[in-house]
């Protein structure tokens, strides 16, 4: 059953296309439990500041109406603002919208 909602958010995912320079982001799950097994109160969890690029826009146009690619690709794990981006709601799942710009940093793994 779990199998079949990941493939429903994942074809809904695949028909939101982003414009221009735009980053579609599922952000990371908050840490709820500590590694000893303590649970952490929702007011004492930290903001959720990495996410997972799932879709990408073709890039900016440049001064000579070229284009310029994003520096990001889908699967990249990304460090975001701890506020912005535009909430997108598919199938249940909430992704963000942002402009390349406003990522932080793209992190290695």
Known sequence: ???AAARAVQAAVKKVVPLFDRVLVEKAEAVTKTKGGLYIPEKAQGKVVTGT???TGPGHR???GETVP???QIGDSV????YGGTKVELE???FFL???H???AKLKE
Not at 79 to 82: D, V
């Open 53 to 55: 690029v799932v879709a």
């Open 1 to 3: 059953m779990a199998a």
């Open 62 to 64: 440049n001064e000579k």
């Open 102 to 104: 406003d990522i932080l």
């Open 98 to 100: 942002y402009r390349e």
């Open 79 to 82: 460090l975001l603002p701890e």
């Open 92 to 94: 249940d799942k909430e």
């Open 70 to 72: 994003v520096s990001v």
